[in-house]
């Protein structure tokens, strides 16, 4: 059997061989690799090193690369022996066979060749105003004070700047219908992947649905092609597509408008979502970073760029959009040490290389600094892949995350929802926020657009005046501009009420969310597929037959928290209600027994054996935690206890909420464990004397 060198020297007599890696079964590999990606492959690389296999389908036998030699020689690597448009084949029933991306060898070159003045240079610093507008219009339709999830406001600017800078659609109603269908398109999820592989799905169900649509766009786009063909001032026009009918012109086969459509759907599909990712990343990332934050903000205001430029350069090596790149062999080839057999797909992983700590120092941290005080060493830093089939968009993507960083945070103050990081998701081919990138308006300044000198003498600055001064004047400017309806934070009025029947249905919703991942409820229903419907019915029954039967719930007004208070005397359920209670366990009822046979016991001890108020449950929605709602809603029953000289008695499922109740003034009494349950704190807060 012979081998191609990496530098394509005379060939080698040598058996080929693979990297080690996991034996599991091809099945689980491809569950694991296509819904787990990010854990499974970095579990791999602690096993096996810098090189090992997985088999997965469809792509079969797939070789992850992290040393940088090695990805260098796959990068470097002659294009006839290393084909990367047939590593992404299985992309062809919806990029079209003339993509980019799917094309390899000379036809490839000439393509490229074609794309390249469209992203490069002036081209792409045409379109910042474009993503400027995009955004602007994007921030005022937030709402101050409502959780949202960056993930769907950056796909909106994302997509609007597809329609605008590529596309360069100007009617109206095809803008409307373009916006409404390439969505649809693009959301190519697990089960319409099937349909790459098995085509003649496409008759039937989802598939059917995703084909209609697929038609839906095709028959836009070339609606669009046509009118830009029929436009005298095509040549004078600076969008994308405008740009690839002017190269036609040095194409032998002349206009081709199924060309044109294969790679508008291609800019659509590795522009839009990876972007939109990217950018998700990176809010995330910078609001759970202040310091990072402030720095930004102030190199922004400064109008200053080396710092953004870190920054985008950073996010795109710690939260990696796309995990790896592929490439087909066509003939043995040497790398890593292995005799690589034809036919094998080598990936380059950028998740992998880019998280090493030889590469990069404390890996993990996000330190946008690193790119300030030196290069990244070669290729370690590969988001946008490398050689001859590096990114096209590359430029565009970096101009793109740096302008929509620049205006969002020149304009508003954001706040992350919840305290904790977000984990790291796959969706469709790429790595998401698990939560989206929830985050929260605090405040936003109303856009003013620039005014021309030329016309309005008014806008000119006096010559004297300098840049420090024209600084002070905009953020003087803008802070007599800020939205007045962002709510304070933390929240201070929630509008406390006692819950109603009616209230029932939407508050065990709340609660259930609200506990779907205590240590507790997750100890006691550990199966998290069937947690949120187990969790719905439990606090079903804790509301309706304790909390309105024999106590009371306190709920805000926009019913997004609640807090179950019982009477002295009433903290022991029901036989009725302890069997209905038991009934949302399932498998796991006899770890629901046996910790609720210890709370009963601790009831039944001193000090629990005075008479006091006991604060059963307290839920609040995940994204209005950290306001001050949960203190509100147990303040009524606090209140009473003073009033009538009784203690009040809770349990902690967690140190954050210890410390909560430590702050009302509860103590600590006791910590109970039952058969390897989490700690659950039992705490006591003495009546408060009226002041």
Same mark, same amino acid.
């Given at each position: 059997?012979?081998?191609?060198?990496?530098?394509?020297?005379?060939?080698?007599?040598?058996?080929? +061989?693979?990297?080690?890696?996991?034996?599991?079964?091809?099945?689980?590999?491809?569950?694991?690799?296509?819904?787990?990606?990010?854990?499974?492959?970095?579990?791999?690389?602690?096993?096996?090193?810098?090189?090992?296999?997985?088999?997965?389908?469809?792509?079969?036998?797939?070789?992850?690369?992290?040393?940088?030699?090695?990805?260098?020689?796959?990068?470097?690597?002659?294009?006839?022996?290393?084909?990367?448009?047939?590593?992404?084949?299985?992309?062809?029933?919806?990029?079209?066979?003339?993509?980019?991306?799917?094309?390899?060898?000379?036809?490839?070159?000439?393509?490229?060749? *074609?794309?390249?003045?469209?992203?490069?240079?002036?081209?792409?610093?045409?379109?910042? /105003?474009?993503?400027?507008?995009?955004?602007?219009?994007?921030?005022?339709?937030?709402?101050?004070?409502?959780?949202?999830?960056?993930?769907?406001?950056?796909?909106?600017?994302?997509?609007?700047?597809?329609?605008?800078?590529?596309?360069?659609?100007?009617?109206?109603?095809?803008?409307?219908?373009?916006?409404?269908?390439?969505?649809?398109?693009?959301?190519?999820?697990?089960?319409?992947?099937?349909?790459?592989?098995?085509?003649?799905?496409?008759?039937?169900?989802?598939?059917?649905?995703?084909?209609?649509?697929?038609?839906? =766009?095709?028959?836009?786009?070339?609606?669009?092609?046509?009118?830009?063909?029929?436009?005298?001032?095509?040549?004078?026009?600076?969008?994308?597509?405008?740009?690839?009918?002017?190269?036609?012109?040095?194409?032998?086969?002349?206009?081709?408008?199924?060309?044109? *459509?294969?790679?508008?759907?291609?800019?659509?599909?590795?522009?839009?979502?990876?972007?939109?990712?990217?950018?998700?990343?990176?809010?995330?990332?910078?609001? *759970?970073?202040?310091?990072?934050?402030?720095?930004?903000?102030? +190199?922004?205001?400064?109008?200053?760029?080396?710092?953004?430029?870190?920054?985008?350069?950073?996010?795109?090596?710690?939260?990696?959009?796309?995990?790896?790149?592929?490439?087909?062999?066509?003939?043995?080839?040497?790398?890593?040490?292995?005799?690589?057999?034809?036919?094998?797909?080598? &990936?380059?992983?950028?998740?992998?290389?880019? +998280?090493?700590?030889?590469?990069?120092?404390d890996a993990d941290a996000f330190a946008p600094e690193r790119f300030l005080d030196a290069q990244a060493p070669p290729y370690s830093w590969i988001p946008f892949g490398g050689g001859s089939?590096?990114?096209?968009?590359?430029?565009?993507?970096?101009?793109?995350?740096?302008?929509?960083?620049?205006?969002?945070?020149?304009?508003?103050?954001?706040?992350?929802?919840?305290?904790?990081?977000?984990?790291?998701?796959?969706?469709?081919?790429?790595?998401?926020?698990?939560?989206g990138g929830k985050v929260r308006l605090l405040s936003r300044t109303r856009f003013q657009a620039p005014r021309d000198s030329a016309t309005d003498p008014d806008a000119a600055s006096p010559?004297?005046?300098?840049?420090?001064?024209?600084?002070?004047?905009?953020?003087?400017?803008?802070?007599?501009?800020?939205?007045?309806?962002?709510?304070?934070?933390?929240?201070?009025?929630?509008?406390?009420?006692?819950?109603?029947?009616? /209230?029932?249905?939407?508050?065990?919703?709340?609660? =259930?969310?609200?506990?779907?991942?205590?240590?507790?409820?997750?100890?006691?229903?550990?199966?998290?597929?069937?947690?949120?419907?187990?969790? *719905?019915?439990?606090?079903?029954?804790?509301?309706?037959?304790?909390?309105?039967?024999?106590?009371?719930?306190?709920?805000?007004?926009?019913?997004?928290?609640?807090?179950? &208070?019982?009477?002295?005397?009433?903290?022991? &359920?029901?036989?009725?209600?302890?069997?209905?209670?038991? +009934?949302?366990?399932?498998?796991?009822?006899?770890?629901?027994?046996?910790?609720?046979?210890?709370?009963?016991?601790?009831?039944?001890?001193?000090?629990?054996?005075?008479?006091?108020?006991?604060?059963?449950?307290?839920?609040?929605?995940?994204?209005?935690?950290?306001?001050?709602?949960?203190?509100?809603?147990?303040?009524?029953?606090?209140?009473?206890?003073?009033?009538?000289?009784?203690?009040?008695?809770?349990?902690? &499922?967690?140190?954050?909420?210890?410390?909560?109740?430590?702050?009302?003034?509860?103590?600590?009494?006791?910590?109970?464990?039952?058969?390897?349950?989490?700690?659950?704190?039992?705490?006591?807060?003495?009546?408060?004397?009226?002041?």
């Amino acid at each position: 059997m012979s081998a191609q060198t990496p530098d394509a020297g005379p060939a080698i007599e040598r058996a080929t +061989s693979l990297p080690p890696g996991p034996r599991l079964p091809v099945a689980i590999q491809t569950y694991l690799y296509w819904g787990y990606a990010d854990h499974y492959l970095r579990a791999c690389h602690r096993r096996y090193g810098d090189a090992f296999t997985v088999r997965a389908f469809p792509a079969g036998t797939r070789v992850f690369l992290a040393d940088p030699k090695d990805i260098k020689t796959v990068f470097t690597g002659d294009p006839e022996v290393f084909h990367a448009g047939e590593a992404n084949a299985v992309l062809k029933p919806v990029m079209g066979s003339r993509s980019v991306l799917l094309i390899d060898g000379e036809e490839h070159i000439a393509q490229r060749r *074609r794309m390249l003045p469209a992203f490069h240079g002036d081209s792409v610093s045409n379109y910042r /105003d474009v993503v400027e507008a995009a955004t602007h219009a994007e921030i005022d339709r937030w709402a101050p004070g409502r959780p949202f999830q960056l993930m769907d406001a950056m796909r909106r600017v994302t997509l609007e700047v597809i329609l605008r800078a590529v596309i360069g659609a100007k009617d109206p109603q095809r803008l409307s219908a373009l916006r409404e269908t390439l969505p649809h398109v693009a959301d190519v999820s697990g089960t319409v992947m099937l349909l790459w592989i098995r085509p003649e799905l496409g008759r039937v169900g989802p598939w059917r649905r995703y084909r209609q649509a697929q038609a839906r =766009a095709d028959d836009l786009l070339y609606q669009e092609i046509a009118e830009h063909r029929a436009d005298p001032g095509l040549d004078q026009r600076t969008d994308v597509l405008s740009l690839l009918m002017h190269q036609e012109q040095s194409d032998p086969a002349g206009p081709n408008d199924r060309n044109l *459509r294969d790679q508008l759907v291609t800019l659509l599909l590795a522009g839009h979502e990876t972007t939109t990712t990217a950018l998700a990343w990176a809010f995330e990332r910078l609001l *759970r970073h202040p310091d990072v934050l402030s720095r930004l903000s102030e +190199s922004i205001a400064a109008g200053e760029e080396e710092y953004l430029d870190a920054v985008v350069k950073e996010i795109l090596r710690l939260r990696p959009v796309i995990h790896d790149v592929g490439r087909v062999l066509t003939v043995p080839t040497e790398i890593a040490g292995h005799c690589l057999p034809a036919g094998t797909v080598v &990936s380059p992983s950028i998740g992998l290389v880019q +998280s090493a700590d030889a590469n990069f120092p404390d890996a993990d941290a996000f330190a946008p600094e690193r790119f300030l005080d030196a290069q990244a060493p070669p290729y370690s830093w590969i988001p946008f892949g490398g050689g001859s089939r590096r990114c096209l968009g590359a430029a565009f993507a970096t101009l793109e995350m740096k302008t929509v960083l620049r205006t969002i945070l020149s304009r508003t103050q954001l706040q992350p929802v919840g305290a904790r990081s977000e984990g790291t998701t796959v969706r469709h081919i790429t790595l998401v926020p698990s939560r989206g990138g929830k985050v929260r308006l605090l405040s936003r300044t109303r856009f003013q657009a620039p005014r021309d000198s030329a016309t309005d003498p008014d806008a000119a600055s006096p010559p004297q005046e300098t840049a420090t001064k024209r600084q002070e004047s905009k953020m003087g400017q803008r802070s007599a501009t800020i939205d007045r309806d962002a709510p304070s934070i933390p929240l201070a009025d929630p509008g406390l009420r006692p819950a109603t029947a009616e /209230d029932i249905e939407r508050l065990k919703a709340v609660m =259930a969310e609200a506990f779907i991942e205590d240590p507790i409820y997750s100890w006691l229903m550990p199966e998290d597929t069937k947690r949120p419907a187990r969790l *719905r019915r439990y606090f079903a029954i804790e509301l309706r037959h304790l909390g309105l039967a024999r106590g009371r719930v306190w709920t805000s007004s926009n019913l997004t928290g609640a807090a179950l &208070s019982l009477p002295p005397g009433a903290w022991r &359920s029901p036989l009725h209600i302890t069997l209905l209670e038991g +009934s949302a366990f399932g498998a796991h009822l006899d770890r629901a027994a046996r910790m609720g046979a210890a709370m009963e016991w601790r009831h039944m001890r001193h000090p629990l054996r005075q008479p006091h108020y006991y604060i059963r449950d307290v839920g609040v929605l995940p994204d209005m935690q950290g306001q001050g709602l949960g203190s509100a809603l147990m303040r009524p029953t606090l209140e009473r206890c003073d009033r009538e000289g009784l203690p009040a008695y809770i349990e902690a &499922s967690s140190e954050r909420n210890a410390a909560l109740y430590e702050r009302l003034g509860f103590q600590l009494i006791r910590e109970l464990r039952v058969g390897g349950s989490p700690p659950l704190r039992l705490m006591l807060r003495p009546p408060h004397p009226a002041r």
